[in-house]
């Protein structure tokens, strides 16, 4: 069974930096693209960004030069570096992949940035 746990969420003053971590497990995470979406009160959720079995990144507008996506695939686990964090940003950030013809979403971690 796939399982995705993020961690490293919580309260940060606005310009400062957290770094999310997705683990993954129950599948061959080598050669999935894996994905971080965000969701605010209130808001739909919002792709952030993604990347592929080949390292190959994709990034949201409103992250881009701000946010870093990166994997560790002995760790079997996908990074979001968050960096100038604004309080636009506060929302509860997901984990996400598709295997077997199936989404997978972890539970999510809360990010709050504060002014």
């Known amino acids: 069974q796939v399982q995705l746990v993020e961690s490293g969420g919580g309260l940060v003053q606005a310009g400062g930096s957290l770094r999310l971590s997705c683990a993954a497990s129950g599948m061959p995470f080598s050669i999935n693209t894996i994905d971080w979406f965000r969701q605010a009160p209130g808001k739909s959720r919002e792709f952030v960004a993604g990347?592929?079995?080949?390292?190959?990144?994709n990034y949201a507008d409103a992250v881009k030069g701000r946010f870093t996506i990166s994997r560790d695939n002995a760790k079997n686990t996908v990074y979001l570096q968050m960096n100038s964090l604004k309080p636009e940003d506060t929302s509860v950030y997901y984990c996400?992949?598709?295997?077997?013809?199936?989404?997978?979403w972890g539970q999510g971690t809360q990010v709050t940035v504060s002014t």
């Open positions: 990347i592929t079995s080949y390292g190959i990144t």
């Open positions: 996400h992949t598709y295997y077997s013809r199936s989404n997978y």
